[in-house]
């Protein structure tokens, strides 16, 4: 399903305030006409690198840059934004950006993120998007600890018309995932999605509790969980990187939901965690309603940013 019309302009909204600053940036080194050099470069380089988007990340457009223009690919100002639409799009293969099913139901779906993430939201989202494609879906309360996290779930379960396992507040997560499991085979559900506790990245204890859950669903259903969902917060910039890559260390993330796409986010965040983690962006959330959920579309992304 592809990202176009009212999504693309939800998404220049989000986005509204990365555009503004890039596009800036731009106009005042590719004035029309002018040739591309290493001065050119230089110049761009130093407007690119931003708190969203990164040294790292920025250098590595900079050498795409400089590597097309000498291999004669690009020459003038304005042949830099399309060739850049162009190698951005190419960051996320179709592949990659799908969840993956296997032959033998249930698909295990694993979510993790920080405090505040939005995750159990994106949670909620995610069955009710699921649930639309004529799959039958189990969520799993995991988030045991934080106050009030089973009833919200318990919430977006109904909200989304899908069954939920789940314990008293402050039981083992891992217990829940182990009765999930079990309810999921015997309901021959096609989806588990395992909601667990917000963490922070740096605390790890909690982030070796996240490990349990994994290997406790890992003994109960082969090759689960089969996906690791690690949702991030779209306005919190360059700090994403450092989750995804603890979240990743920790449980082997396969890709991302970016959340909070509705508001004053940093869209290049997205293109950071590609560079620097080498995760896909699998979902966006784009709003508060159950449906704001879409599969992430690189074109309309890269259209959103750049327009």
Not at 36 to 54: A, C, F, M, N, T
Not at 59 to 77: M, N, P, Q, T
Not at 145 to 174: C, M, N, T, Y
Not at 255 to 280: E, H, S
Request: hydrophobic letters at 40%; proline letters at 3%.
């Amino acid at each position: 399903m592809a990202l176009f019309g009212k999504t693309l302009e939800k998404l220049k909204s989000g986005l509204a305030k990365s555009r503004k600053k890039i596009n800036e940036s731009l106009k005042t080194v590719l004035t029309f006409g002018r040739q591309i050099d290493e001065d050119l470069l230089d110049e761009l380089e130093e407007k690119l690198i931003s708190d969203d988007i990164g040294v790292e990340t920025t250098l590595g457009i900079i050498e795409d840059l400089r590597a097309a223009w000498k291999e004669k690919d690009i020459s003038a100002a304005e042949e830099i934004v399309p060739y850049l639409k162009r190698r951005l799009i190419e960051y996320w293969p179709h592949r990659d950006r799908q969840l993956h099913f296997v032959e033998t139901p249930p698909t295990v779906i694993m979510i993790a993120g920080v405090n505040g993430c939005g995750k159990t939201t994106s949670v909620g989202k995610l069955a009710r998007y699921l649930s639309d494609q004529g799959k039958q879906v189990v969520l799993a309360a995991c988030d045991t600890f934080r106050a009030a996290a089973v009833e919200q779930l318990s919430i977006w379960s109904e909200r989304a018309g899908v069954q939920i396992v789940k314990h008293r507040q402050g039981s083992d997560p891992g217990a829940v995932a182990y009765d999930a499991c079990e309810a999921a085979v015997a309901r021959q559900a096609d989806v588990l999605l395992i909601d667990t506790a917000g963490r922070l990245h740096t605390q790890q204890n909690l982030m070796r509790e996240l490990t349990k859950i994994r290997n406790v669903v890992g003994r109960k259903i082969e090759g689960a969980p089969h996906e690791v969902i690690l949702v991030l917060d779209a306005t919190t910039g360059q700090n994403a990187v450092n989750q995804a890559k603890m979240f990743t260390e920790a449980v082997d993330v396969t890709g991302i939901m970016l959340a909070k796409l509705d508001g004053t986010a940093k869209g290049g965040i997205v293109i950071a965690i590609r560079n620097q983690v080498n995760l896909p962006v699998k979902f966006v959330g784009l709003g508060e309603k159950p449906e704001d959920i879409e599969p992430f579309d690189p074109e309309t992304f890269v259209e959103a940013l750049f327009s």
